[in-house]
């Protein structure tokens, strides 16, 4: 990690598919600069050998007792919940020039 | 019949069970209380009072039949906007679900439902759960009831708020960071959140999954253990979820277990930062276990301090990926702007999430992005074990650990509002058992002198809610705080 920590956000907002406007990435740069500069109280950690922990338990593979065929929903009940839809298919802009 | 909305669960249930009053009489006047005081507290996003009245006679019907189902049949219980509720609003309080109908039930809800409860409102919280004041909400801000200038917590402040203000009998929230106990410490209520795995995630719109838990809060430690062991299980929809292990009859429990316990005291939760009426007021809780013959041990634990960063690169690095899901094609709000796919995206998240919500996936992607991973997102994973650590050693030497909920009581509407890391630090006290995925619950100690409420949290070992709930529940039993009603 560098001295200052700094994030590139028109590069970050671009991974995370975020239109932002030019005031919130000004206010927004600053304040995440802040959190930054406060994330390095754990370089001072020694984390040599340690495992990283994802989960709270001890929890592996999780094996289901194999597909039982249960209820759906009609594709009406979901198809009404996009802004637009269509002969129960969801519109969107061409995809494909 | 007076002040029904202000009673527990467990006196209701018998007064149900002796014929004293109905659940249409009961959900009447939760009804009743919330048209009366939310128009102040606004602790509910939307109600529908004729479905919670269907529900409330059919209760009645069934008790009619002898065919009551226990102490849950006919209790009104509110729900975090965050918990789907078949063909109710979900809106997690963003703009992005605005039209969101939830075509299903939450796991909690189908076994609350099954337990006879009333299901009723919609709470308000920060929005996706991302706050800790409830003044992240795309639509409403919440009011502490104690002092209505003041905020009641977050993420969780409607469930927090309405408790406090009688509008609903117990209440459902949901717990990342701490967004069910800081709350229920600064509105005055029970708040607690249960052994990572216990209740199940599905259902709940997730934000960190590796930390959420679903909740309740109640009016005593009692009602709590009540609406646990409804709730708690392991589920095939939720791959997450654990079997309970070891004693699960928490509230039969707790009248059994009467102590004297070994408690754990962690020094680091008293030093900077914390105001000096909460110091005070938990030192006094813990001076009363003394007095009672339990044996207070100092621990240590090292790594306190690193919990805030660890948790908001954990949390929003999760959320960051969580949310990618919200896209603008299948049932967010879409952008009328968007003219081709990645302004359908870009545009449509831009003008959908707030600012705390876009901070953290900002955070989030930049903890993750390459180059980054290392140095934040894996170091945080490490360290995020030496917290368990800390906590499985001290955990060898005492039943369970005392600390306060929030280092200060409720503060000042938009007092912390830009200034995110004054923000997180609110969290500094429950963040760490999160990490661990550990049970606390938070209990009310008493007041400042402005008359603001403070909380003691009761941190418990892993799946040791049964003696966490005890540990709570002498407490609350030789004190009167949580009787008390602020005047709205």
New interface residues.
Partial sequence: ?SETPH?D?DY??N??????TDA?KAK?GT??D??LG??D???A?D?DG????????R?FN?W??GDQPGET?APE??TK????SRDNQ?V????VE | MSDLHFKTISELAAMLAAGETTSVEITQAVIDRTAAVDAQVKAFLSTDAEDALAQAKASDERRAAGKALGPLDGIPIGIKDTLAVKDQPLRCASKMLEN??S?FDATCIVKLREAGAVIWGRLNMDEFAMGSSTENSAYQTTANPWDLETIPGGSSGGSAAAMAAGEAIATLGTDTGGSIRQPAALCGVVGMKP???LISRYGLVAFAS?LDQVGPFARTVEDAAILMEAMLGKD?LD??S?APQGETNYAAALKEKKGPWKLGVPQEFFGEGIDPEVKANIEKAIDWYKSQGCEIVDISLP?S??A???Y??VATAEA?SNL?RF????????SEE??????????S???G?G?EV??R???G??VL?SGYYD??Y?????????I?GDFEKAFEQVDAILTPTSPTPAFKRGERADD??AM?LSDVYTISVN???LPAISVPSGFTESGLPIGLQVIGK?FGEADMFAVANAFEKAHDYAQQTPKL
């Fill in positions: 990690m994030i956000i970050v907002a991974l995370a598919r975020l239109d932002m919130e927004l304040q995440l802040d959190i406060y994330f109280k754990l370089n950690v984390v340690v495992e990283p922990m994802a989960h709270a338990h929890v999780v289901r007792e929903y009940v979901l919940m996009a802004p637009e969801v969107v802009p061409k995809v | 969101y109908v075509p052994t990572y795995g590796s095939d791959s997450t654990i790594h301090e690193l805030v960063p660890v908001y690169i960051s990618a896209d603008g094609v299948r049932y967010s709000h879409r968007a003219k081709d796919a990645m302004a359908l995206f870009t545009k998240r831009g003008e999430f600012d876009k901070r996936i900002i955070l992607t930049y992005s140095a934040y894996l170091r945080a994973q490490k360290v995020r074990r030496l368990l995110p890391l997180y990490l661990a995925g892993a």
